[in-house]
Nanobody
Framework: QVQLVESGGGLVQAGGSLRLSCAAS????????VGWFRQAPGKERAFVAA????????STADSVKGRFTISRNNAENTVYLQMSSLKPEDTAVYYC????????????????WGQGTQVTVSS
């Protein structure tokens, strides 16, 4: 079992920045790929970014490319999502998720999920 806890969400003006954290506990964190997803009201959960086990490989959704960066610190059992140039359409609950196979765009590939953190971007 891996337990995930997101933090760092909040209210920010358009153009601002936030850094989300996903803290893991339980099994060896470096054995898990991690993804960030988001869900806006009335919409399906959408892929944002993912990182492989070592941190050497990342994937980012086109909608956030150039604005969001995913990284990890395995010594601290934490994955980060640095978000800049935020837009109102980035408003959503952001979730981190982990799986023991590979980084993936698909929510169905992830076995463990955090409870989510709200990000609200005002115009």
């Amino acid at each position: 079992q891996v337990q995930l806890v997101e933090s760092g969400g909040g209210l920010v003006q358009a153009g601002g920045s936030l850094r989300l954290s996903c803290a893991a506990s339980g099994r060896t964190f470096s054995n898990y790929a991690v993804g960030w997803f988001r869900q806006a009201p009335g919409k399906e959960r959408a892929f944002v970014a993912a990182i492989n086990m070592s941190g050497s490989g990342t994937s980012t959704a086109d909608s956030v490319k150039g604005r969001f960066t995913i990284s990890r610190n395995n010594a601290e059992n934490t994955v980060y999502l640095q978000m800049s140039s935020l837009k109102p359409e980035d408003t959503a609950v952001y979730y981190c998720a982990a799986n023991s196979m590979r980084r993936s765009y698909f929510a169905r590939d992830y076995d463990y999920w955090g409870q989510g953190t709200q990000v609200t971007v005002s115009s």
